[in-house]
């Protein structure tokens, strides 16, 4: 059974960090880049960055320098985790994990977990 569990997230201070955790387990992680989205309240899913399995790392704009992707990767299981700095408010979200897919086939979403920056 495919599985994907995030963690880390909480409340946090503008210009502070979190780092967030996706446990993968049950696909053949391996031949999948891996991404890291957010969905804020009342907007689209988005990607926010990207990881493929040798590790070469891609970013949106708006996190680019504040944001590192990374993943460690085992037989059917992956770690992706993000680590987020100068954290602002524009990132309040619920961030979640999946594979990159190029034909909008993703596994099944996880909860998800919820990361508020405010003072």
């Known amino acids: 059974q495919v599985q994907l569990v995030e963690s880390g997230g909480g409340l946090v201070q503008p210009g502070g960090s979190l780092r967030l955790s996706c446990a993968g387990s049950?696909?053949?992680?391996?031949?999948?880049?891996m991404g890291w989205y957010r969905q804020a309240p009342g907007k689209q899913r988005e990607l926010v960055a990207a990881?493929?399995?040798?590790?070469?790392?891609?970013?949106i704009d708006s996190v680019k320098g504040r944001f590192t992707i990374s993943r460690d990767n085992a037989k059917n299981t992956v770690t992706v985790s993000l680590q987020m700095d100068g954290l602002k408010p524009d990132d309040t979200a619920v961030y979640y994990c999946n594979i990159i897919s190029s034909d909008g086939q993703f596994l099944n979403w996880g909860q998800g977990t919820q990361v508020t920056v405010s003072s």
């Open positions: 990881i493929t399995y040798g590790g070469s790392a891609k970013y």
């Open positions: 049950g696909f053949t992680f391996s031949i999948y880049s």
